[in-house]
């Protein structure tokens, strides 16, 4: 019979709905119950596409005997990380403080108050590598709440206030300067991996904010060695096992440090994040292999994550069945030279392990390779190399695929609708540019209420009952202004304005200028969260930043631009010291000290092909941060073309920055040159 998760919107959650342990979604009633009970609540969070929460399910959730005594001694509750980060973030700060370290599954025991007193990650069912079994862990809980429930509510007390006493150092409200920037840089050169690309060791994850840190600090100062570590740590990644060289797309990250065997799940927010990084690449330096990994990238997003409603879905699985019933990590990616032979043919089969650097002893389990492009002497004849790719996609596309999150998480898509937006807009694919108007629509549609506050996540075109937090603010404000640079529809600026106007109302710490995770008005948590640095996405600090700095371009807005130049502050004391972990940070002060450039596009009509011209141009032009706005002479469209009228009736451009003006152009190139100088 299902438990009470059967009536959530989160798959992660709906995968537990038939577990035999009595779950409870995250929830005042769960808590409720606690209290009533007498019971300790298990915090249990995880997300649909992460392995060891699969497995720690199938070992334990549907075991029945560990159901009966969670059941009898516990309040459980599941929660789905990418539904709730607040939550995730408040608890994996504990979690990370007590152990030193973190990850998924989380497993966190909570008093009634929900104050946490015991923490882990992964238990298995057995004790094994000095870790206890499950149970163990749960009789141990058991046992010190029932005979030391004053020594735990103690731990739990202590815990709450360590949590509380650790505050940020935000370095002022100082935006940072040249110094500090060239400092990151200095940084970053010494944490550099120049054998293989990307910084540090093992695991390696793909570092796009870094990398688009890298491009602009190249933009603004011509810094050769910044835009070298872009470009090869770009190559090595689109080489590597990481990327999907038959279908497009990147896996979450390597677990070596050459980029070969990736771990599998692939990720929308990291699809976006590099699809924009390299079509980045390409308008810095049109390197062939950047355009070619974009538009897959694009193209891959598009294809395998776009949802009926036409919003993007949050992941793929890293696991899928090898064909023999078994779950297996990588199984719907890897081959071995035997596979290649049934698929292409003895002919075609010895070239293509070579191309791809399939080996007979595998370079993954069980003898299977997972594809790369190894640097080789040898030419291969390009045609033949797309009728292989061609013919191995559709013997891929028979075996049983991954699951799919069909979650719509609001800050991925609106990284993704940044990404496609520009993506299509650079090499004129249209149908990516429609994609990002779809999953734009859907955003406000379905994750909008009248009051302009956005949901957290939708699935089905239904809206989940989670309120949206600083990241999808600071993202879906992002992916809106730079659809409305690309489109000339000003009503996305117009959007982004309203979502920017909620977080200085009610994310901004009006004495600091710091930035909280959770609105003032969102639910009370142990600690309301506050995290300024960029993983895997950029932190909605540094999002909400880059987002207000860009609207203040677009509109002269003093509260948007000091908003933003005092959220920089942090990235003043952490950019010198950490610069892999404030990457978007660093590159919104890049577009700070750069102005950001505001580029105004008159002409007769959109559809003129001189208007098109300079329009595309502005575009591409690599100045950081740069905003774009394009309409008919005297339009209203947009502030940027207020008393900008045609030059001689021919379509003009106008440049700023700082308060000062160049002479409007009617010439491309000049246009060019003024955006990249």
Not at 6 to 24: C, F, G, I, R
Not at 40 to 57: E, F, I, K, Q, R
Not at 216 to 239: F, P, S, V
Not at 639 to 654: I, S
Request: aromatic share 8%.
């Amino acid at each position: 019979m299902p438990n009470r998760l059967a009536h959530e919107t989160s798959p992660y959650l709906l995968q537990h709905a038939d577990n035999p342990v009595d779950w409870w979604p995250w929830s005042e009633e769960a808590f409720e119950e606690a209290r009533r009970s007498g019971r300790p609540v298990l915090l249990s969070v995880g997300y649909s596409s992460c392995h060891w929460c699969h497995v720690m399910a199938h070992e334990s959730f549907e075991d029945e005997a560990t159901a009966e005594f969670l059941n009898t001694h516990f309040v459980s509750v599941k929660v789905d990380r990418e539904e709730r980060p607040d939550v995730d973030a408040v608890y994996m700060e504990a979690v990370q403080a007590a152990t030193g370290q973190g990850g998924w599954p989380m497993t966190v025991f909570l008093t009634p108050e929900a104050e946490p007193f015991y923490f882990g990650t992964y238990f298995p069912p057995e004790p094994r590598h000095g870790m206890p079994s499950f149970r163990q862990v749960l009789e141990g809980v058991r046992a010190a709440w029932t005979e030391r429930r004053d020594e735990v509510a103690e731990v739990a007390g202590k815990i709450v206030r360590d949590l509380a006493g650790r505050e940020i150092s935000y370095g002022g409200t100082e935006a940072p300067g040249e110094q500090e920037l060239a400092q990151a840089l200095l940084g970053l050169t010494r944490e550099y991996d120049p054998q293989r690309g990307g910084f540090g060791g093992a695991p390696k994850f793909p570092p796009s904010m870094v990398i688009e840190f890298l491009l602009r600090h190249h933009a603004r100062t011509g810094a050769e060695g910044a835009l070298q570590m872009a470009a090869d740590t770009c190559e090595r990644m689109a080489r590597g096992g990481i990327y999907d060289q038959l279908g497009g797309g990147f896996a979450r990250y390597s677990v070596d440090r050459d980029w070969v065997i990736p771990h599998f799940e692939k990720m929308l927010y990291d699809n976006a994040l590099l699809c924009r990084v390299y079509a980045h690449l390409w308008r810095a330096t049109g390197s062939e292999l950047a355009r070619r990994v974009a538009l897959e990238t694009a193209d891959f997003m598009v294809r395998e994550l776009r949802t009926e409603q036409g919003g993007f879905a949050s992941a793929l699985d890293a696991d899928s069945d090898d064909g023999s019933g078994r779950h297996v990590e990588g199984a719907y990616y890897v081959w071995t030279p035997e596979q290649l032979r049934e698929a292409l043919g003895d002919e075609d089969a010895e070239p293509a392990a070579r191309y791809f650097g399939v080996t007979e002893e595998g370079t993954f389990e069980e003898g299977a390779s997972v594809l790369q492009l190894p640097q080789r002497d040898e030419v291969f004849d390009a045609e033949r190399v797309a009728s292989v790719r061609a013919r191995l996609l559709e013997r891929r596309a028979g075996r049983p695929a991954p699951g799919r999150d069909d979650k719509v998480v609001a800050a991925w898509n609106g990284l993704a609708i940044a990404a496609l937006a520009e993506t299509g807009a650079y090499f004129d694919r249209p149908d990516l540019v429609d994609a990002a108007l779809g999953a734009a629509d859907l955003l406000v549609r379905v994750h909008l209420d009248e009051q302009a506050r956005l949901t957290r996540t939708s699935k089905d075109g239904r809206a989940g009952a989670n309120a949206g937090v600083l990241e999808d603010y600071g993202d879906v404000a992002e992916g809106f202004l730079a659809l409305a640079s690309v489109t000339g529809e000003g009503v996305w600026l117009d959007f982004a304005g309203f979502l920017l106007d909620h977080v200085l109302a009610r994310f901004v710490d009006e004495e600091s200028g710091a930035l909280f995770d959770t609105a003032a008005d969102a639910e009370r948590l142990i600690r309301r969260p506050q995290d300024p640095t960029d993983n895997a996405v950029p932190s909605g600090w540094s999002a909400a930043a880059g987002a207000l700095l860009g609207y203040a371009a677009h509109t002269g807005s003093e509260p948007h631009r000091r908003a933003a130049e005092r959220a920089l502050g942090v990235v003043k004391a952490l950019g010198p010291r950490v610069p892999r972990f404030i990457g978007w940070g660093l590159a919104v002060a890049e577009a700070l000290l750069d102005g950001p450039r505001e580029v105004a596009v008159v002409g007769p009509s959109l559809s003129d092909e001189a208007t098109r011209a300079l329009h595309r141009t502005a575009l591409l032009g690599t100045a950081p941060g740069a905003v774009v706005a394009v309409g008919v002479a005297e339009s209203d469209e947009f502030p940027l073309l207020a008393g900008r009228p045609l030059q001689q009736g021919a379509p003009a451009a106008y440049v700023c920055r700082d308060f000062t003006c160049d002479a409007p152009t009617t010439d491309p190139g000049r246009l060019r040159e003024a955006l990249s100088s």
